[in-house]
RNA sequence: GGCCCUGUAGCUCAACUGGAUAGAGCAUCGCAUUACGGAUGCGAAGGUUUGGGGUUCGAAUCCCUACAGGGUCACCA
């Protein structure tokens, strides 16, 4: 909510009040931004207090707008169209919302850290097997940056990834390399690790295709087949090996695991994101374990015959979940328990915990925040599961099998591929020193891929077309770039190094295009508490948008440097470096860094 | 089949959470350049918000229903 607003707002409770004779719940009193086609800039809905006032809408508003002008100094004019309650708000109202955010700089926008309780949102958390792709990518830059907005918003994150390190996937990779890899590392082969150890699990699954349909041919139902190939029992083997703490598997497994994690660190480095603390599924399964023990004990879950432990959820309307095989080994839902319970204890202040994973999982965290809640503990409501869609392709699905998987590496190679060509097209080239390109075209090309990404509302599937998402003109982070660019030379060319000291501006006259600009980038606060609420990154991006948009259209015909008049200039400047720094601010929470030249 | 999500311009997305004549970008067509950075700006065209009911001052938004697409219901993670 723009300041303005909870300053008209308030009048209009006393209008009403003294009015006629009723004070309107906030949630009653509704302002937005005026239609461009009337005059004013905000305007106030005012059929909700006519069936109280007992006045046609037309009057409510009159009578209502007569008091704002006489009572708010902000209020100068007032016009009632239909229903509508439209206000004009005074220069000088302007010029010091304007002065006091440009006084705040780089922090306009920002809540003082710590101000709101302490937050942890997971992220990534990739499966170490399968290299990074595209929809990891939503996943990263979406969790990275919704962390961001909650610091912004005041409070206190703590970003963290489950690292899924053990389990019958990872000794799928182990008995591959086992019996093919012949001694190789990522090393002797000038593989990235997580590639490297991706190629053993492929051929796992070739090799356990391969017996399946031999098994098939010598008479096997489908189901024993699927369960009895030789690599898959020579996997499981493996697994209670590692459970059982033999001192070679585990050897290998660390090997094995170190190359993957070195992969993942140069992936993460070059995305710009990190983490605060890793937790290991190696080290919290067993904490899940003993909380299923507890839970058998409290008959909150039964053992069955065969040694496997299940949950009912049918009163609740779910199903039954299994939380340990008959073999006594966990399953994804035993480690997320453990590890649920454990971050809780390790940060007691801890108000609330968000996942970020795929919305093809909503069922999975159902079932574990139920749990936590039969387990009686009163964290279950406090998980919040920050699901989001799926990317696609025009195409259709990613299918590894069809190949048609984007590669998180090589997108992002691409994208800066692009972002030096372009600027190679436009002759943008030669103005960049050498030494500034490799920077630059990161900037440009990843900003280009994180803000494609996060733009779009968390919940929906999105669409990632190549060829659009390269695109630097029209919505994208390349366009918001460039017009900070050129906002920021402006600036440069004035000699402003403290945009602090055009404050205080005189209230000059602001034209319309002026005021939509300052309404929009005086939004910035509230978008981000907003944002902060909803876990949603694309409020952010689409008010950079709409700042830019009306930044280089105001830029167009509003000369800054040459203006004449002294006050005009300070207050066009102002503008400028208000716009570019609220600009600079939103893109940074997206993750995305701002160029100072292009 | 049960449950969950989605359906907005040719395409990709918005719409301040129930507010005025549903807005942007791309693509198409047209206009503007002695310029503080043209990787720009302005305009035209493009809509029965999947169909049908309902709720009310007011619906893309809430309810019911039909249809279409996706997800999920593993001793996988």
């Known amino acids: 909510m723009l300041h303005l607003d909870s300053l008209i707002s308030q009048s209009i409770s006393d209008a009403c009040n003294e009015l006629f004779g009723f004070r309107p719940d906030e949630k009653q009193i509704s302002i937005q931004s005026t239609r461009s086609e009337f005059q004013g800039e905000r305007t106030v809905v005012v059929f909700p207090f006519t069936r109280l006032a007992k006045k046609s809408p037309e009057e409510t508003g009159d009578a209502i707008g007569k008091y704002l002008v006489e009572h708010q100094e902000v209020v100068t004019d007032y016009g009632v169209v239909k229903g509508f309650l439209n206000l ?9 919302a304007l002065s006091s955010a440009v006084l705040e700089k780089n922090c306009f926008g920002l809540q003082p850290l710590g101000s709101k309780p302490q937050v942890m949102v997971e992220y990534s958390s990739p499966n170490t097997n399968k290299p990074l792709h595209l929809g990891h990518l939503r996943n990263i830059f979406l969790g990275y940056s919704v962390s961001n907005i909650l610091k912004a918003a005041g409070h206190d994150v703590v970003k963290v990834q489950i690292i899924n390190d053990r389990g019958i996937h990872i000794c799928k990779s182990m008995i591959a390399w086992q019996l093919y890899g012949g001694g190789e590392t990522p090393t002797s082969t000038g593989e990235k690790g997580d590639k490297f150890v991706g190629r053993f699990y492929v051929a796992f699954d070739k090799q356990y295709k391969i017996e399946i349909s031999e098994l098939l041919a010598s008479g096997y139902d489908q189901k ?8 898959l029992l020579a996997a499981r083997e493996l697994l209670h090996k590692w459970e059982a703490g033999d001192s070679d598997v585990r050897e290998l497994w660390s090997t094995m695991n170190g190359w993957v994690y070195d992969g993942f660190k140069f992936t993460y480095t070059e995305m710009g994101v990190d983490f605060d603390k890793l937790y290991y599924e190696s080290d919290t399964y067993l904490i899940g374990k003993d909380q299923i023990e507890k839970g058998i004990e409290s008959g909150a879950f039964i053992r069955r015959e065969d040694g496997s432990v299940w949950i009912d959820l049918t009163d609740v309307g779910l199903d039954e979940k299994l939380l340990l095989r008959k073999d006594g080994t966990a399953v994804y839902m035993t480690q997320d328990i453990g590890t649920a319970i454990l971050r809780f204890e390790e940060y007691p202040n801890l108000d609330r915990q968000v996942y970020t994973v795929g919305n093809e999982q909503e069922y999975h965290f159902k079932v574990l925040f139920e749990i936590l809640a039969k387990l ?3 964290q279950a409501s406090r998980c919040h599961h920050l699901s989001y869609g799926m990317v696609e392709l025009p195409e259709g699905k990613m299918k590894s099998r069809e190949g048609t998987v984007v590669d998180a590496d090589d997108i992002m190679a691409e994208m800066k591929t692009t972002a030096e060509q372009l600027a190679r097209d436009a002759g943008k080239l030669e103005n960049i020193p050498e030494e500034d390109r490799e920077s630059l075209f990161k900037d440009v090309g990843y900003g280009a891929l994180k803000y494609f990404l996060l733009k779009v509302d968390p919940k929906k599937s999105m669409l990632f077309d190549p060829a659009a998402s390269v695109d630097f003109i029209g919505n994208t982070g390349p366009y918001i770039q460039f017009n900070y660019v050129r906002a920021r030379s402006v600036l440069r060319n004035a000699g402003i190094d403290d945009v602090a000291s055009l404050s205080p501006i005189s209230p000059v006259h602001f034209d319309d295009t002026e005021r939509s600009l300052l309404m929009s980038a005086l939004s910035l606060p509230g978008i981000i508490e907003e944002a902060a609420k909803s876990y949603d990154p694309s409020l952010v991006a689409n008010l950079c948008y ?10 167009q015909n509003h000369p800054i440097l040459n203006e004449e008049d002294d006050q005009v200039r300070t207050a066009r400047l102002a503008l400028c470096a208000l716009s570019s720094s609220a600009v600079q601010i939103g893109m940074s929470l997206l993750g995305v860094s701002m160029p100072e030249r292009m």
């Open 546 to 555: 709409d700042i830019t948009k009306s930044y280089s259209s105001w830029y």
């Open 224 to 231: 024993t087949a699927e369960a009895d190939a030789p690599i």
């Open 376 to 378: 009686g503990l009163s």
């Open 88 to 96: 004009s708000i005074s220069d000088k109202y302007w010029a010091t």
